[in-house]
């Protein structure tokens, strides 16, 4: 069976991976509201519920006592592939890629056809919840 296809079929039934996760952000306590593992999602939350300003100043990430420093807007891109374990592939030709935006670029280099459409899958990472 085509590996995007087997994908999407378990991502449609009722067995599809949870993809929302407790925060782990530490600001004196544990956070620990339950957040859709998205980009948007994630920035929304770190910015009302952790005040994090979504610009080019440097923040530690305190992700479970992480501290490694990040761009505000980078933030939720950190956590999603360090953290909560996020995964892209190429559709096509299932290479791994780092981040959720690598797609673009992987489409311009690759010498297969294929990619040059292609989409990126996404695979969530464990410690999901359902909700």
Same mark, same amino acid.
Request: hydrophobic share 30%; with cysteine.
């Given at each position: 069976? /085509?590996?995007?296809?087997?994908?999407? %079929?378990? @991502?449609?039934?009722?067995? *599809?991976?949870? /993809?929302?996760?407790? =925060?782990?952000?530490?600001? +004196?306590?544990? =956070?620990?509201?339950?957040?859709?593992?998205?980009?948007?999602?994630?920035?929304?939350?770190?910015?009302?519920?952790? #005040?994090? %300003?979504?610009? #080019?100043?440097?923040?530690? =990430?305190?992700? @479970?006592? =992480?501290?490694?420093?990040?761009? #505000? *807007?980078? @933030?939720?891109?950190?956590?999603?592939?360090?953290?909560? #374990?996020?995964?892209?592939?190429?559709?096509?030709?299932?290479?791994? @890629?780092?981040? /959720?935006? !690598?797609?673009?670029?992987?489409?311009?280099?690759?010498?297969?056809?294929?990619?040059?459409?292609?989409? !990126?899958?996404?695979?969530? *990472?464990? +410690? +999901?919840?359902? %909700?």
């Amino acid at each position: 069976m /085509d590996h995007e296809l087997a994908h999407q %079929i378990l @991502l449609s039934s009722n067995w *599809g991976t949870p /993809d929302h996760y407790f =925060c782990g952000i530490l600001a +004196g306590r544990p =956070c620990s509201q339950v957040v859709h593992g998205s980009r948007n999602s994630l920035r929304r939350h770190l910015k009302k519920e952790h #005040g994090v %300003i979504m610009n #080019g100043t440097k923040v530690p =990430c305190t992700w @479970l006592g =992480c501290l490694e420093q990040q761009q #505000g *807007g980078n @933030l939720p891109r950190h956590i999603l592939r360090h953290h909560l #374990g996020f995964r892209w592939e190429c559709s096509h030709c299932t290479s791994r @890629l780092p981040r /959720d935006d !690598a797609i673009r670029r992987h489409r311009d280099i690759s010498d297969e056809e294929g990619c040059k459409t292609a989409t !990126a899958v996404v695979f969530p *990472g464990p +410690g +999901g919840v359902w %909700i």
